[in-house]
């Protein structure tokens, strides 16, 4: 099985700012698999939900993915995530 490490108990910092923007540009959760399986990622509405919800890793590629999707940069993505000063 596989482990991941977590960030302030998340298994991603950009899940929220995904659904941030699916929500701005009026994309379904369904209309966002949609566009991720047509650029060749296997996902499905329920990792989405997952991801967005921050309960799910995602990979490097599908942070790609999921910027060509929303048509965002990349750096849109991690808008707004704050470094945190111990």
Avoid: H
């Avoid at 302030?8 to 369904?30: C, P, Y």
């Amino acid at each position: 099985m596989k482990k991941f490490n977590k960030y302030e108990n998340k298994f991603n910092i950009i899940g929220s700012r995904i659904k941030d923007i699916r929500k701005e540009e009026k994309i379904t959760q369904e209309d966002l698999c949609a566009r991720m399986q047509v650029l060749g990622y296997q996902i499905n509405r329920s990792d989405i939900s997952k991801i967005e919800n921050c309960n799910k890793f995602i990979a490097d590629f599908e942070v790609l993915g999921f910027s060509r999707a929303l048509n965002r940069s990349i750096l849109d993505l991690y808008e707004d995530i704050k470094d945190k000063k111990d």
